[in-house]
């Protein structure tokens, strides 16, 4: 078991919680496209929980590694990126494609993906592996996640009462995930 806790091995126990956080953020992906919004949820969350976890471990037993880094990202584009856009389509747009702009649909969607992408990159790019930053810069995927969910709430609930306010929210928070907005990092 002591691959558990080797750097150099790429199923070490940190490596092994992002694994579990890609697991999550596909297992939400398949529930959404069965229109089971509550398993898609409790997914979503379990897959931030594994995010946390697989930071800590890392740093506290030391098996940060630009593989770990690259790791960590993917799983953040697939759980903070790619679910909530699939969330906020299939809860909100799925079959009222007639009646909204397809392009615009989906280029607010796309613009969403690329910006996620785009943040998780340049991270990848301007960070070392296992440091930690007192702040962010822009708004971390995950915040950008919780921020997509909050437009869903605000939905469900009747303040978002149209679909281009929704999207409008959408395009907004896209845009911070690559602004110079400083978050503090916890």
């Known amino acids: 078991m002591g691959f558990l806790f080797d750097k150099n091995n790429h199923f070490n126990i940190a490596n092994l919680a992002t694994f579990m956080n890609i697991t999550a953020g596909l297992l939400a992906i398949y529930f959404l496209t069965h229109g089971q919004f509550l398993g898609a949820i409790l997914f979503a969350w379990i897959g931030g929980a594994f995010d946390i976890i697989?930071?800590?471990i890392a740093r506290k037993y030391n098996l940060s590694t630009p593989f770990g880094v690259q790791l960590d990202s993917?799983?953040?584009f697939l759980s903070?990126?790619?679910v909530p856009v699939f969330f906020i389509f299939f809860a909100i747009f799925e079959g009222?494609?007639?009646f909204l702009n397809f392009f615009v649909v989906a280029g607010v969607f796309i613009y969403y993906?690329?910006?996620g992408l785009r943040r998780l990159i340049h991270f990848?790019?301007?960070n070392d592996a296992g440091s930690v930053t007192k702040y962010f810069t822009g708004v971390p995927t995950p915040l950008g996640a919780i921020l997509m969910m909050l437009v869903y709430i605000g939905w469900e609930v009747g303040?978002?009462?149209n679909e281009y306010i929704v999207l409008g929210f959408v395009v907004i928070i896209a845009s911070l995930l690559n602004s110079k907005l400083k978050i503090p990092h916890p």
């Open 54 to 56: 697989d930071g800590k």
């Open 74 to 76: 993917f799983a953040d």
């Open 80 to 82: 903070f990126v790619l």
């Open 96 to 98: 009222k494609e007639e």
């Open 113 to 115: 993906v690329i910006s």
């Open 124 to 126: 990848n790019l301007t």
């Open 159 to 161: 303040i978002l009462f």
